[in-house]
């Protein structure tokens, strides 16, 4: 079992920077593919990127390509999302999802799945 905890989100000015973490629990956390999704009000969660278990394959949407990075350190249990340039519609809750066999942009396949945390781009 994996259990997930987000932080690292807030309040930033377009243009701005934030770093968000995703802190695992359990023994098998390196073995984990693992996820950020991101949901804004009204809408459904979408992906935003991916990193097999390993770290040797990201995956992006194509509206965050260019402007986040997903890495993870598999010592510190944590995945992280870099975000740069952000925009007014990244404003949304960002979840972090761990899955021991999937790794893509598909939200079901998901099993594990943190409680979000707030990131709001002011313009």
């Known amino acids: 079992q994996v259990q997930l905890v987000e932080s690292g989100g807030g309040l930033v000015q377009a243009g701005g920077s934030l770093r968000l973490s995703c802190a695992a629990s359990g023994r098998t956390f390196s073995s984990y593919a693992m996820a950020w999704f991101r949901q804004a009000p009204g809408k459904e969660r979408e992906f935003v990127a991916a990193i097999r278990w390993s770290g040797g394959n990201t995956y992006y949407a194509d509206s965050v390509k260019g402007r986040f990075t997903i890495s993870r350190d598999n010592a510190k249990n944590t995945v992280y999302l870099q975000m740069n340039s952000l925009k007014p519609e990244d404003t949304a809750v960002y979840y972090c999802?761990?899955?021991?066999?999937?790794?893509?942009?598909?939200?079901?396949?998901?099993?594990?799945w943190g409680q979000g945390t707030q990131v709001t781009v002011s313009s």
């Open positions: 999802a761990a899955d021991p066999y999937y790794t893509g942009s598909n939200v079901y396949e998901y099993d594990y």
